[in-house]
């Protein structure tokens, strides 16, 4: 099997899995097999667990329904009791949390894109009550640093053999595009520069309609035509001590270490399991060492490239540096986080130890 090919029989396999979990009457042969292999193994210290789900990620919002559906029926299978509800609108995310841990929920479910877990999270750091992903978004980067499958079903069956783990979380402070300062928390990636202009500029509705291919074209143009602006930072490493100032044009803080897609390895050294930062910084505003950058995680390589620096630290900040005062408004320099666009410089970002748990499906690392 070709490695072209292989993706288009996965995704085969697991869509006849997810429908074959939906369905509303009994199994059959393997299928029965297995659920009841479920239903009488305590493979999972589960007891009561909500689904939140956005009915807006992704590019099968048609279907969004049915995979919850489905995810819903294999935890049902074995004794789970489960709910579903869909994400509230923007801001209302810690509520949701808040009410499924008051309710006594041991797990909630993001259900979506990195987005979606983002929102979640949110509610979710500094209690006890595990974090579990069903990916149903567009990119979901952490459901692959995860190793989990991509059907829905799958991806609930997974859960029942997971690892819950104590991880530290990032968090970041930033200035709202509107005025004020935020303060999120993050699992996967925060974006200072160039990286974060881009979700800036990205339309979220073409986003949703083309999915990663609405992303790479998007990334293409402003690579080819964004002026590159320089900002300041300043480190502090693991050990207490801090940098000077240094210039770069875009910095990455990175926790997760296999992104998916194209992008694969982007940060080596990160890890969940760490409680640090891995930091990417772009001292450079050379296009091909971009380029060059994007290249060596996709071909797996482990080349350097003048320019791009990779070090672990424990709090970074980040604010702009000295401009002129006729500088117009779309020389801010934007701040992401998971995918979502929060706002603009100055910002800190800092790891927070012992923060959540996180369900790892069997086989995480190996």
């Known amino acids: 099997m070709t490695r072209r090919g292989y ?118 750091v500094g209690s006890q009550t595990a974090l579990g992903i069903i990916p149903l978004g567009t990119a979901n980067a952490l459901a692959h640093d995860l190793g989990l499958p991509l059907s829905p079903a799958a991806a609930a ?8 783990r104590r991880i530290a979380v990032g968090q970041v402070t930033y200035q709202k595009l509107s005025s004020g300062s935020g303060s999120r928390y993050f699992t996967v990636t925060v974006g200072v520069g160039a990286d974060a202009h881009l979700f800036y500029k990205l339309d979220p509705l073409v986003k949703n309609r083309f999915g990663m291919a609405a992303y790479y074209a998007k990334a293409t143009l402003l690579w080819l035509t964004l002026k590159l602006e320089n900002l300041a930072v300043e480190i502090l490493d693991e050990g207490g001590g801090q940098t000077g100032q240094i210039e770069v044009s875009q910095l990455l803080a990175v926790r997760i270490r296999e992104f998916g897609g194209i992008l694969r390895e982007l940060a080596p050294g990160a890890s969940l399991q760490r409680n640090d930062l891995r930091l990417v910084l772009f001292r450079t505003r050379s296009r091909v060492a971009y380029l060059r950058y994007i290249l060596r995680g996709l071909f797996g390589a482990h080349w350097d490239v003048n320019g791009i620096e990779l070090l672990h630290c424990t709090k970074v900040n980040c604010h702009p540096l000295a401009v002129s005062g006729n500088s117009s408004k779309d020389s801010r320099i934007f701040v992401e986080a998971d995918g979502e666009l929060l706002g603009t410089l100055p910002a800190e970002i800092s790891i927070v130890p012992d923060a959540l748990t996180l369900l790892f499906p069997s086989g995480y690392g190996s």
């Not at 048609?62 to 074995?78: F, G, P, Q, S």
């Not at 069956?157 to 819950?164: F, G, K, N, V």
């Open 157 to 164: 069956r997974a859960s029942l053999t997971a690892t819950p």
């Open 7 to 124: 993706p288009i029989l996965r995704v085969f396999c697991e869509g006849w899995e997810a429908f074959q979990s939906a369905l509303p009457w009994p199994k059959t042969s393997s299928g029965a097999r297995n659920e009841r292999r479920l239903q009488y193994n305590p493979l999972t210290s589960m007891r009561k667990a909500i689904l939140l789900y956005n009915p807006l990620s992704g590019s099968r919002r048609e279907r969004r329904l049915a995979d919850v559906e489905a995810a819903m029926t294999v935890l049902r299978t074995v004794g789970v009791e489960v709910s579903a509800e869909p994400t509230s609108a923007s801001g209302d995310d810690r509520r949701q949390t808040h009410q499924a841990i008051t309710d006594g929920c041991d797990t909630v479910f993001a259900c979506g894109g990195d987005g979606t877990v983002h929102d979640v999270l949110q509610g979710l």
